[in-house]
């Protein structure tokens, strides 16, 4: 069959390189994709969100299967935009529907959806113009660190941490009075602040039953051990070594089950990943948020250590048949170390010249493309985070210095990267 990607960064480059290995993917497209998906396919020039553009893909390339990559397409209704068009609804959409990706596009959605469904999360209460006031009071009888969410999608900023009660209301005030997030902060979640360690679990789904992805752990502040900005993700790792038999089951029971059994609850249509973002307090998981796709770069971690065929995964989705599969995982552990442009999360300079770059897969390391782009067959930068170097291990110290190893050959200007990737674990 041929298949559509949808998006253009490290995702879609693990996505690509994988699904190309399949014998049931005829012919490939990436949509916009980047200079790493060239090489696995055909990239086709429109954005992620141009529903116009996919509906003239489908046909015209006669596209059998859709994975959508990124959120901001799921949160808009491609599934819901794909069904409902008589020339293009035979295609499978590898992807929530609209109403079920409000899971990530609105947080007082996904606090609701938990605590109808008994799932452990922190405490909350929602927030807008019409009740100010109470949030005033909220935040003054809260304790301390609070945390404020704009409801809506801000590219990863709309999360603050603050540790006085001025700063979360002068926070609470610019989300709500001023709009400092647009439209996604004119509802405010307001919740607990959650202690512990954070990782990732990942589910495929058809609404009905599930398969367990390996699990990973990102790393998304700037500067090592865990310092400076926040960023889309510095590195990952997977397995973690915590992630025991005992937290597993937990997770399972507590979460995924009333996850998935709440999608059924409320009729919502689901046929694709759910990203769980987990916090582990003394042994205890509590969900600190869902996203309706795979993360960025966890999936660079995740995807090289599945064997199973993913068009084949995929296409259980479609035919009931989830519940027959078995996911067999790579023991070895990944990890994966994202190389940005210097000057990133803030401002950075694009067109540079990569050097360096290796045949892209050997045994044990995969270079997957984030940010780059091909010009008269250079490759050249093209975003903040460029290139995730992954790689095999017998444990987490021997994948990174692995990775390292590749990377040291990589160049380009202003380059930077974070060398304590799973320091905790060292
Ligand atoms: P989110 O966009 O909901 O994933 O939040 C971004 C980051 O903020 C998370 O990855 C956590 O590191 C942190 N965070 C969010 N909610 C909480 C919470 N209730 N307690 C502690 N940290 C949190
Ligand atoms: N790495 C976090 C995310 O993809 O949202």
Redesign the pocket.
């Known amino acids: 069959m041929n298949i559509l990607i949808l998006g253009s960064g490290g995702r879609e480059h693990a996505f690509a390189w994988k699904i190309k290995q399949s014998p049931l993917c005829n012919n490939l497209f990436i949509a916009p994709g980047n200079a790493g998906t060239a090489k696995c396919g055909t990239n086709l020039d429109f954005k992620a969100t141009d529903f116009l553009a996919i509906k003239n893909a489908l046909i015209e390339l006669e596209i059998s299967m859709l994975v959508v990559g990124p959120e901001d397409p799921l949160v808009k209704g491609i599934y819901d935009f794909v069904m409902a068009d008589e020339t293009i609804q035979h295609v499978q959409v590898v992807g929530p529907s609209a109403a079920a990706a409000q899971l990530e596009g609105s947080?007082a959605f996904a606090k609701a959806f938990m605590q109808t469904n008994n799932i452990p999360t922190?405490s909350y209460q929602e927030f807008d113009k019409s009740n100010y006031a109470h949030g005033v009071q909220y935040i003054n009888q809260h304790a301390l660190p609070i945390?404020l969410?704009a409801d809506g999608l801000a590219a990863?900023k709309?999360?603050l941490?603050c540790t006085t009660h001025e700063e979360a209301l002068t926070a609470f005030e610019d989300m709500i009075q001023h709009a400092k997030f647009g439209s996604a902060s004119e509802k405010v979640v307001i919740?607990?602040?959650?202690n512990g360690i954070?990782c990732s679990v990942f589910v495929l789904t058809d609404g009905k039953d599930y398969c367990l992805l390996p699990e990973a752990k990102d790393y998304?502040r700037i500067g090592e051990g865990d310092t400076g900005l926040n960023t889309g993700g510095m590195g990952a790792v997977s397995p973690i070594p915590f992630f025991d038999e005992t937290l597993k089951n937990k997770i399972i029971t507590r979460i995924i089950q009333p996850t998935i059994q709440g999608f059924q609850t409320a009729q919502m249509t689901y046929h694709g990943f759910v990203f769980i973002?987990l916090?582990i307090d003394n042994s205890e998981p509590y969900v600190?948020?869902y996203n309706c796709r795979m993360g960025d770069p966890e999936t660079e971690v995740v995807i090289p250590r599945i064997k199973n065929d993913l068009v084949d995964l995929f296409r259980a989705l479609k035919n009931g048949s989830l519940s027959n599969i078995q996911i067999e995982i790579d023991t070895r552990t990944a990890a994966t170390t994202i190389m940005v442009s210097g000057g990133y999360p803030g401002d950075y300079h694009i067109n540079k010249n990569i050097t360096g770059l290796t045949p892209q897969s050997s045994n044990d390391c995969i270079v997957f493309h984030s940010g780059t782009k091909l010009i008269d067959n250079q490759v050249l930068t093209n975003g903040g985070r460029v290139l995730a170097i992954t790689a095999f291990g017998n444990d987490i110290p021997n994948a990174i210095a692995n990775a390292q190893k590749t990377l040291s050959e990589i160049h380009f200007d202003d380059q930077y990267f974070r060398r304590d990737i799973g320091y905790e674990f060292m």
């Open positions: 947080k922190a945390v969410k990863g709309g999360v941490i919740e607990s602040y959650l954070e998304k973002g916090m600190i948020e």
